[in-house]
């Protein structure tokens, strides 16, 4: 048996508001908790036992999920009292691992939506004998990444960060935040200390002589650490682009949750979802977006990859383009936010507070 460890702590910063009552993890994708599509996919991979590592908002994952038995498994929670990073966090959860010390630990950052070939993975690490193996893509523009060069068979051979210079761009692999650790190597990460996995742990095993297995899987892959990724990652599992067993319908165009109501006259294109209990009036259009539970889009609203919030509304004819509405927030008739706005959790803004002219 494969187990694995789901790293599910970070506050979510950049996603706020989404995040202001909802860990990341949580935040829905696809009518469902984002983490559902990753237990999901590790189920389907043959792991039973996961132990879920948690920080922010703690409380809210148990209740949820339970002991995982609804899906398979046998989950774990363990909570961190203060913040211990990445390689901390996989430290701090190793006294709840079942795996005998050459055994394999699959480990995710919880953040990440990937078609990653799991048991590849853990084929590749056995096969290759590493200490860690670590799931590589390649991307357009490495630098906003730590880069991960690799030889001829797959032996990463350096670890560096962002990089600035285009002299500096000697791959376009990076780390794409699942890997697989030999259980005894997670022994060896310091412990009741904040650790980088990325900056300390993964740096210090190679310069101790550790053999790191990279293996380049480039299918899908998301980091969904801002708003606009996450409404790009929630589409994509709709429309299909992105794999999951835990996807609550159909896929297609748009997905409305049983309870939610949607007007005959209103369109849902590009892989938007409608929460349960929503309501989408006369002649809407909403385009690769995602309106969570009980939110109110009032007629003749345009919404395109945008997110509304738990219990907000939309009022009469307002547009939202790249657009993030927090939970309760009222946006008023007539009101156009364009890419990037942002109205907090409870706001109110009135009716046509904010409009473009039409040569702007």
Known sequence: ??????????????????????????????????L??????????????????????????EPYFGDGSALGLHIEYVTETEPLGTGGA???????????????????????????????LVDTHRTSGADVSLHLTRVEDPRAYGLVPTDAT??????????????????DQINAGAYVFRRSVIDTIPAGRPVS??????????????HLQGMVDSTYWLDLGTPQAFVRGSA??????APSPAVPGRRGEGLAMPTASVAPGAKLTGGTVVGENARIGEGARISGSTVLAGAVVEPGAVITDSFVGSGARVGARAVLSGAVIGDGASVGADNELREGARVWCGATLAPGAIRFSSDQ
């Open 236 to 241: 994509d599992l709709v429309l299909g682009r």
């Open 154 to 171: 797959g032996r990463v051979t350096a670890f560096l960060e962002k990089p600035q210079t285009p002299e500096e761009i000697v791959t």
């Open 90 to 120: 996989i430290r701090n959860v190793a006294s709840h691992l079942r795996s005998g010390p050459d055994d394999p630990v699959l480990i995710f950052n919880g953040d990440i939506l990937t078609g990653l070939d799991i048991r590849a």
């Open 1 to 34: 048996m494969t187990e694995a460890i789901l790293l599910v702590g970070g506050k979510g910063t950049r996603l706020r508001p989404l995040t202001v009552h909802t860990p990341k993890p949580m935040v829905p994708a696809a009518g469902v908790p984002f």
């Open 197 to 210: 996995v990325e900056r300390e742990t993964f740096p210090d095993l190679l310069s101790s002589g550790a």
């Open 36 to 61: 559902t599509h990753q237990l999901a996919r590790a189920r389907a991979a043959g792991v039973e036992h996961i132990v879920l590592a948690t920080s922010y908002l703690a409380e809210v994952f």
